[in-house]
Nanobody
Framework: QVRLLESGGGLVQAGDSLRLSCTPSGRTFSSYAVCWFRQAPGKEYEFVAAITWSGGTTYYADSVKGRFTISGDNAKNTVTLQMNSLKPEDTAVYYC??????????????WGPGTQVTVSS
């Protein structure tokens, strides 16, 4: 089973940018779809973005479309989430996971431990 590790979280001000990275331990992303989810305090997990590793097709939640970009780097075996124009409502713990698409909903498996993103107003 692949094990994932996130990095790149931190404390920023509204309007700033952050880049999160997700790397697998012991395996490559070669045949997976990789998702980012987030959980804000007191709220449910929320799908953020996904990328299919083979074709590079990307998916975004409406709340981040136009501000966040998910990408994959084969050489570095890394999935990156570039987050621009951050808002206080983006504050959450962000998780990467191996993803599967069922209809129009993404589910995650092999979740990483998460990285905290805090956006101050």
């Amino acid at each position: 089973q692949v094990r994932l590790l996130e990095s790149g979280g931190g404390l920023v001000q509204a309007g700033d940018s952050l880049r999160l990275s997700c790397t697998p331990s012991g395996r490559t992303f070669s045949s997976y779809a990789v998702c980012w989810f987030r959980q804000a305090p007191g709220k449910e997990y929320e799908f953020v973005a996904a990328i299919t590793w083979s074709g590079g097709t990307t998916y975004y939640a409406d709340s981040v479309k136009g501000r966040f970009t998910i990408s994959g780097d084969n050489a570095k075996n890394t999935v990156t989430l570039q987050m621009n124009s951050l808002k206080p409502e983006d504050t959450a713990v962000y998780y990467c996971a191996v993803g599967a698409l069922y209809g129009t909903s993404w589910t995650g498996d092999s979740w990483g431990p998460g990285t905290q993103v805090t956006v101050s107003s």
